[in-house]
Structures are given as structure tokens and as C-alpha cells.
């Protein structure tokens, strides 16, 4: 009897120790499909992390007249300036050198390495290769390119774009969600003063930011240009509610006004979704000189954030009502402080839901884009390029059946991560 009390105690005390993610966790694992998705987005990251190590023309280690190389760690050095190639690297090709040993990736091809004696060669076509280690298991394009090698970098796109595509939108997201959703149309009120130079300086840093600096954009680094233009912008408007702060001293200028604030973020959702997204991007691609990634990454993540702020709107509505949200008004917290260190922390779980979705859907707007050659440069490797290769070549179907078969696994697998995730997170499903 005693060690069934003992043995009931130590369950209890696991349990108190157990938190609300870890019980999602064990439920997601339940979904096998969700959790075989997981296992893969895994692998995807790692072949996108290593991509340089599993995909070169450079040897990972080689031996020449002596001297021991790492052609791959040190073209990372290179590229931050900090080493530079010798002469002999630079006038002759790699697989061209003289080895007295070398250890070569698993695919001994870059994805913008030229083989002009293997175009448009199927993967059981016969290749003219020195060794059956430098054949190209997947074929090659009207260019001699590596497929396997093309394929390991769209990898490293597609993730790095829906990445940062959906990060962009988290952003914005959360914060217009959070604050339509904890506000509501009558909750905030700001002073006369912090609406009037917050709109003065949003259309100062709009102006000094990119409009009189609209010609150093179109003619320089295009991305950079406009990234700074970016930084100038939120620095006027951080200086505006460092004065606003001061200025609210004085009773003219400190009288608050409602800003209905759902009403506007509601609105705002209304307008970037009326208008389709595809055609949205095909339009300001086609104002934007300079053909760029970042670009594309951008804009995805611009109409990418509606999903988000409805999750978290509709979250917030919900929890502004608890009673802990309550305490801490009752002990005299501030609204910033509620919103981010108590509410929104608690609101996170559907956001998750609309980051896996949105996921898939920017590498396949990414895809799209690429198939029609818009927006990524022409030298840029990604499976919608290579599937864009295809229409010149019909019967290359690699071309086809390769980039497409990565498309739709990468999308499936984040459809059923964001299944797996609505189960998980439910409160209303039963162990």
C-alpha cells in the first residue's frame, strides 16, 4: 500500500512537471504521417545546410605536389575575403588538375557547372564521363548541367524562401494581429501628438527613404539600396515616439484619441486579399530593374501575413477576457508589457498552423515564379527553373518528373505538418 502512495506521488510529480507543448508534442507524434514530415523537413534542412558539401565541382580534400587542400572550406574563406585562390586554381578547372589524392563530394558537380559533352542526357542514357563516380545520376539539361546538383540548390532556395518569406509575415503578423485582437476598436488610445508625427515621419522616411534615392536604387544594388532605405524609415519612426514621449507632457498635445484599430487591420486584411497574390508579385517584378531572390522573399512575405494576423486576432480575443490577463492589469502592468510577455505567448499555437501552410505555399509560389522565369535571375538554379527546361525538350522527362516530385513532396509534407499541428494543438481533443 505504501508504494502504491509512492508510485502515485512520483506520477503526480512527472506530471506537474509536464507543460502544455509537451503534451502537443506527444500528440503530434501520434500522427505518423505529421511526424514522417517532420523526419523529412529535417532532411531537407540538412542537405540545405551542407548543400556546398554534398554538391561542388571543388574536392572536399586533395593532395597536389605535396600540399594539402579543402578546395570547399576554403572557397567560404574566399568568398569573405579572407584567402584568395592561387593561380593555378584560378586559369585551371578542378577535375582538370593533377591529384596525388582526392576525396570528391558525393556530387561532383556544381549546379551551375557547364557540361557541354553530356546535354540533355537521361539518367540511364550512356554519359561520356572519365568515371561512373562523375556520371550524372539524374540527367543533365540542354547546358550539360547537373540535375542531382540543380536539385540540391533549388533546395536551399526553397527553403531559404519560404523561410524568410514567412518570417516577414510573422512579423508583420503578430504585430497588427496582436494589436487588433487585444484592443479591439476601442482599447487604444494614443495622444494627438504620437499619431501626428508618427504619419510625419512615415512619409518622411517613405520619401528620403526611397523616393529621393529612387535613382541610386534602380541604378546600384537594388536590394541593398532598398533594404536601407527600410532602415531609415523605422529609425524616423523609433525618433518620432522617442519625442512623442516628451512631447506628451504638455495637456494640448498629450490628449488621447481611439484609434480603431480592428476595424483598420480588418480593412487592411480585406484589401491584400482581394487582390491575387500572383499577380501582385508579376506586377511590381515587372517595375523592379534588377532581378533578385530577396525581392521575391519580400513581397511573399507582404501578402504571406494575412493568415497570421487572423489567427492571432481571433487568439487574442480570446485570451483579453481570461482572468490572468485581468491580474495583470490589476497589478498594474503596462498594455505592451500584457500584450507581449503574457498574451501573445499563449497565442502561438495556431500561429505555427498558419507558418506550416504558408510554407508551402510560398515554395510554391517561388516555383511558379521561377517556371516562368520572373523575378529570379536567369543563373540561379531552382526546381521551377528546371522544370521551365522542360518545355524546350519534351522528351527530357527528368526534367519534369525530378523538380516536380520535389515540388509536390515539399508541399505535401508541410500540408501534413500543419494537420499534424492542428490536432496537436487542439485543447478540445482527448489523449
Not at 294 to 304: K, S, T, W
Request: net charge positive; charged share 20%; glycine share 8%.
Amino acid at each position: 500500500m505504501f508504494f502504491g502512495r509512492k508510485q502515485q506521488k512520483e506520477i503526480e510529480q512527472q506530471l506537474s512537471k509536464r507543460t502544455y507543448w509537451s503534451f502537443a508534442w506527444e500528440r503530434f507524434r501520434k500522427n505518423r504521417m505529421a511526424l514522417w514530415s517532420w523526419r523529412i523537413f529535417l532532411v531537407l534542412l540538412l542537405v540545405a545546410a551542407i548543400g556546398d558539401f554534398v554538391a561542388n565541382d571543388k574536392p572536399l580534400y586533395c593532395k597536389i605536389e605535396g600540399k594539402r587542400y579543402f578546395p570547399v572550406v576554403q572557397d567560404y574563406a574566399v568568398q569573405l575575403g579572407w584567402s584568395k585562390w592561387e593561380a593555378k586554381f584560378l586559369m585551371t578547372p578542378w577535375n582538370e588538375q593533377t591529384f596525388e589524392s582526392v576525396v570528391w563530394p558525393i556530387i561532383p558537380y556544381s549546379s551551375e557547372q557547364l557540361d557541354y559533352k553530356n546535354t540533355y542526357k537521361g539518367p540511364f542514357d550512356k554519359q561520356n564521363v572519365d568515371s561512373s563516380w562523375f556520371r550524372h545520376w539524374l540527367g543533365t539539361d540542354d547546358l550539360g548541367r547537373d540535375v542531382a546538383a540543380g536539385m540540391v540548390a533549388g533546395v536551399r532556395t526553397a527553403l531559404m524562401v519560404g523561410i524568410v518569406a514567412m518570417s516577414i509575415a510573422l512579423f508583420i503578423g503578430l504585430l497588427l494581429g496582436a494589436l487588433a485582437g487585444y484592443f479591439g476598436d476601442d482599447g487604444l488610445k494614443l495622444s494627438r501628438i504620437r499619431v501626428g508625427l508618427n504619419l510625419l515621419f512615415l512619409l518622411l522616411g517613405i520619401f528620403w527613404g526611397w523616393s529621393s534615392r529612387s535613382y541610386a536604387i534602380a541604378e546600384g544594388k537594388q536590394a541593398t539600396n532598398f533594404f536601407l532605405g527600410l532602415v531609415i524609415i523605422i529609425a524616423l519612426l523609433v525618433l518620432a515616439n522617442v519625442l512623442s514621449n516628451v512631447l506628451e507632457r504638455f495637456p494640448a498635445l498629450g490628449k488621447r484619441w481611439i484609434i480603431p484599430i480592428d476595424l483598420i487591420v480588418m480593412r487592411l486584411i480585406e484589401m491584400v486579399n482581394a487582390i491575387p497574390g500572383l499577380l501582385l508579385i508579376l506586377a511590381f517584378v515587372a517595375a523592379i530593374q534588377e532581378e533578385s531572390i530577396l525581392y521575391v522573399m519580400l513581397l511573399i512575405g507582404l501578402l504571406a501575413w494575412t493568415g497570421v494576423a487572423r489567427f492571432v486576432r481571433a487568439e487574442l480575443l480570446r485570451i483579453r477576457r481570461m482572468e490572468y490577463i485581468d491580474a495583470a492589469r490589476a497589478l498594474g502592468f503596462s498594455q505592451w508589457k500584457i500584450i507581449f510577455r503574457h498574451a501573445l505567448p499563449n497565442a502561438l499555437g495556431p500561429v505555427l498552423i498558419a507558418l506550416s501552410f504558408g510554407m508551402a505555399g510560398a515554395i510554391l509560389l517561388e516555383a511558379s515564379l521561377s517556371f516562368l522565369n520572373i523575378g529570379v535571375p536567369e543563373e540561379q538554379v531552382t526546381w521551377g527553373s528546371l522544370l521551365r527546361e522542360a518545355r524546350n525538350y519534351p522528351k527530357a522527362w527528368w526534367l519534369t518528373v525530378v523538380p516536380g516530385f520535389a515540388i509536390f513532396i515539399s508541399v505535401t509534407i508541410f500540408n501534413y505538418i500543419g494537420d499534424g499541428l492542428t490536432q496537436a494543438l487542439d485543447p478540445r481533443l482527448k489523449e
